[in-house]
């Protein structure tokens, strides 16, 4: 069955330091995979996705991503944050086919001044 | 465009009262869907639609009602609430149901159960 599994509950992390929040799902079949951001009492909103193609995916922002097909992971890194990364982060997956996305249970990332 | 939008932010019921949360969507999305919210749980899905007229069950269908009369609206009912009800709520809506498109939300509606 499908599943998104996000390990880190929690990750702080001084500001200007690296982050990787990790990401792994299972799936038989062709997924396509996302990650969205919360910040406080707001919905989520999409950072980035992998449909096909290019296995490295970049946001706006300086989020990245790379989709490990063999490792079947999609881990979300940046090279330096900011205070106003600090946020909810959720992996998200869609099986080819299908109608449903699947959540992680989300990773909080705080970062500290 | 307004995006998608939830009514009401904040609803408190007693047990065994029935309410309707309300989502409506104005970008013409063919995938709407329910959410809902539990610390520690991340997001499970209620139940979703990929078009008027058509609905279907997710995770966690057990407690709520959906229709879709058209496309825009998608309102989630709560038969008779309890406690296990309580939660924040999402709706989200999608260009396309074939899971290849980003999931728009709404703001959210906070649900307390007593």
């Known amino acids: 069955a499908q599943s998104v599994t996000q390990l880190d509950s929690q990750v702080p992390v001084f500001e200007e330091a690296p982050v990787e929040l990790r990401c792994n799902y299972s799936?038989?079949?062709?997924?396509?995979l996302f990650w969205y951001v919360q910040y406080p009492n707001q919905g989520l909103q999409l950072l980035l996705k992998?449909?096909?193609?290019?296995?490295l995916v970049e946001s706006i922002n300086g989020f990245e991503a790379e989709f490990n097909k063999s490792q079947t992971s999609f881990h979300l890194r940046k090279p330096s944050v900011h205070i106003s990364d600090t946020a909810e982060y959720f992996c998200?997956?869609?099986?080819?086919?299908?109608?449903?996305?699947?959540f992680g249970t989300g990773t909080r990332l705080k970062v500290l001044a | 465009n307004a995006g998608v939008t939830q009514t009401p932010k904040f609803q408190v019921l007693k047990t065994g009262q029935s309410m309707t949360l309300q989502c409506a969507q104005d970008?013409?999305?063919?995938?709407m869907s329910w959410y809902r919210q539990d610390p520690g749980m991340g997001l499970r899905l209620i139940h979703y639609?990929?078009?008027?007229?058509?609905?279907d069950q997710g995770e966690v269908p057990n407690g709520y009602n959906v229709s879709r009369s058209t496309t825009e609206d998608f309102p989630l009912r709560l038969l008779s609430a309890a406690p296990s009800q309580t939660s924040v709520y999402f709706c989200?809506?999608?260009?396309?149901?074939?899971?290849?498109?980003?999931?728009?939300f709404g703001p959210g509606t906070r649900l307390t159960v007593t």
């Open positions: 998200a997956v869609s099986e080819s086919g299908t109608y449903k996305y699947i």
């Open positions: 970008m013409n999305h063919e995938y």
């Open positions: 992998y449909l096909s193609g290019s296995t």
């Open positions: 639609s990929v078009g008027a007229g058509i609905t």
């Open positions: 799936s038989s079949v062709s997924v396509y």
């Open positions: 989200a809506s999608s260009y396309s149901a074939r899971g290849t498109h980003e999931q728009y």
